[in-house]
């Protein structure tokens, strides 16, 4: 469905993003019945999981503090005492519940809609197909538990005939806008077992990737760092489903969501709520999507 690159037109930088329609997001809203908020985020912090060498930890540290400013303002003559706290923070956007940018993968030397990545990536980030231009995201989420109760290891590949089955027994078809999330049970170990997050993981191929992109997905999440499985049954290809995703079609990657609750209550659709923060030229954002129902 979205294997051409014109279709949006060739100044397209948001891709399956334009799927997002007033209707689709109206009727998100409208399907909210009990005003029950789902957070299917995880916590970043100092110790959360990250894949060297191209992520780094996430660190943090105060820069101010209130004994500091409250000190350098008494000399400024102020005479009530106003400490401030303030801290510094180096991350790449990529650690955490974050959604990746289109820009974040090429296919060889092209990024998503014909762009050059030579010039379209800089020192400073990117000119073209960065986080800023993904809108906020009001639309159905589906659910689709592929390891009820359990959890998928790494190398388990979640095929398109696990998600059908999974739709199946949520009792639910895919729609046009809507976003898909995919419980492997893997989740369950972030922030948990680190080195256990991290070894690996099972998560989606690109057929099942296909099957939801051809009928209307605008971004495919999951409870594991990459979304696809890890490491790849075929050794000879690296990230294909990120590939496939991002450089091919123009649909977004939600990775590390925390998805046991909405499981465990058995919320197979709802109404999804995300913004990514609005970082210019960012390859992702870190985000605090909520499940409404």
Not at 181 to 190: D, K, Q
Not at 195 to 200: E, F, L, M, S
Not at 212 to 239: C, F, H, K, S, Y
Request: proline share 5%; aromatic share 6%; hydrophobic share 45%.
């Amino acid at each position: 469905m979205f294997h051409n690159h014109a279709q949006w037109g060739p100044a397209d930088q948001i891709g399956a993003a334009n799927l997002l329609t007033v209707e689709k997001r109206l009727a998100a809203l409208a399907s909210i019945r009990l005003g029950r908020i789902y957070d299917v985020s995880h916590e970043i912090y100092m110790g959360a999981p990250f894949l060297p060498p191209n992520q780094t930890p996430f660190l943090m540290s105060i820069f101010g503090s209130w004994r500091d400013t409250i000190k350098r303002r008494r000399r400024l003559g102020a005479v009530n005492d106003a400490g401030t706290n303030l801290e510094r923070i180096e991350m790449t956007a990529h650690v955490g519940t974050h959604i990746d940018a289109l820009g974040h993968f090429s296919k060889g030397d092209m990024l998503y809609n014909g762009n050059a990545a030579a010039e379209v990536v800089t020192d400073w980030g990117l000119d073209r197909l960065g986080i800023e231009h993904a809108p906020p995201m009001i639309t159905r989420a589906v659910l689709f538990d592929v390891a009820p109760g359990m959890h998928l290891n790494p190398g388990q590949t979640v095929t398109a005939d696990h998600l059908k089955r999974a739709a199946d027994a949520g009792g639910f078809g895919v729609e046009t806008g809507d976003i898909a999330l995919i419980r492997t049970g893997w989740g369950r170990f972030f922030g948990v077992d680190n080195a256990r997050y991290t070894q690996g993981e099972p998560g989606i191929d690109v057929p099942a990737a296909k099957w939801l992109i051809d009928q209307g997905i605008v971004a495919i999440g999951a409870d594991n760092m990459a979304v696809e499985v890890l490491p790849n049954p075929d050794r000879t290809v690296l990230m294909p489903v990120h590939q496939f995703a991002l450089a091919d079609c123009g649909v977004y990657l939600i990775e590390n969501l925390a998805l046991e609750e909405l499981a465990a209550d058995r919320v197979h659709a709802g109404c999804l709520i995300l913004l990514a923060t609005k970082l210019r030229g960012a390859t992702g954002a870190p985000v605090r999507p909520i499940v409404m129902v």
